[in-house]
């Protein structure tokens, strides 16, 4: 890869950030539900041909710190083609809870060959999406209780709507029409994002926005290096409570994280 300038490297940060926060709005104004349209709960972002993130809406923490692990298990599950968008809101594939549901789409381009050169990604909170009670958030002692859970499957293939998925979900929501509209929001917004995506590269070129993505990377990585060093070596602990677990425990519940630095590196231990 050639030297990129600094400046380039900013302007293409803020060029794919832009997009990511075009799907958001697209999302946002296209949805039925309150949930999405004036709650806000919803999330955009960008991923190159690995999988690796390029950029993020600046929309919900909790979906973007996980969204990489729900595209991940997508590319897993089977090879995605043209017109192909995956669905999915299992926590054992990246997922949060239940009603956060992912959708997730290649971006293909003729000067790149057959492989897809980006994936586009949104993740929105339905109203409802079946479980014990309405809003599927009930205090649930199993994931069952929550709702329906999807692991990774094509809702569209080749373009077409896989209709038979569909209906199968609505028939388990108690708000279908309101889930399907907020559904279509969610494949609005990725096809906002492919559009843009393949308007930058006819603009720039294949080669020089692949570079300027491994040089977003390389700086990121840098960045976050130079901030762990500037931390002194040491292990570092912290711990809080729930007051329970809303079900059986009254007492407290304790929670306690340790982070080791060394260097320029970080490691975190949860146990």
């Not at 070596?233 to 007051?243: I, K, M, P, R, S």
């Amino acid at each position: 890869m050639s030297e990129i300038h600094p400046i380039q490297i900013e302007i293409y940060r803020n060029l794919f950030a832009s997009i990511a926060e075009e799907m958001g709005t697209v999302l946002k104004r296209t949805s039925y539900s309150p949930n999405i349209k004036e709650r806000r709960d919803y999330s955009c972002a960008l991923f190159d041909h690995k999988g690796d993130v390029i950029a993020m809406g600046a929309h919900m923490p909790v979906h973007l710190g996980s969204m990489p692990l729900s595209v991940k298990a997508a590319l897993d599950a089977f090879p995605l083609n043209p017109g192909d968008v995956v669905i999915l809101n299992d926590p054992f594939a990246g997922g949060t809870h239940l009603p956060d549901i992912t959708m997730i789409a290649p971006v293909f381009s003729p000067s790149a060959g057959d492989d897809p050169i980006f994936f586009v990604a949104s993740r929105a909170h339905h109203s409802d999406v079946g479980g014990m009670v309405p809003g599927s958030m009930p205090l649930s002692q199993e994931i069952f209780q929550e709702g329906v859970r999807i692991p990774p499957l094509k809702l569209y293939e080749s373009g077409l709507l896989n209709r038979g998925m569909l209906s199968l979900l609505l028939f388990n929501v108690r708000t279908p029409l309101e889930r399907e509209g907020d559904l279509a929001a969610q494949v609005g917004s990725l096809r906002v994002g492919d559009r843009r995506l393949l308007e930058l590269l006819e603009r720039n070129g294949l080669e020089e926005v692949q570079n300027s993505i491994e040089a977003l990377h390389l700086y990121a990585e840098r960045t976050m290096r130079h901030v762990i060093s500037s931390i002194p070596d040491g292990v570092y602990q912290a711990e809080d409570f729930l007051d329970d677990d809303g079900i059986e425990t009254a007492s407290s519940i304790r929670l306690k994280v340790s982070l080791e630095v060394v260097g320029d590196q970080l490691s975190i231990d949860f146990s």
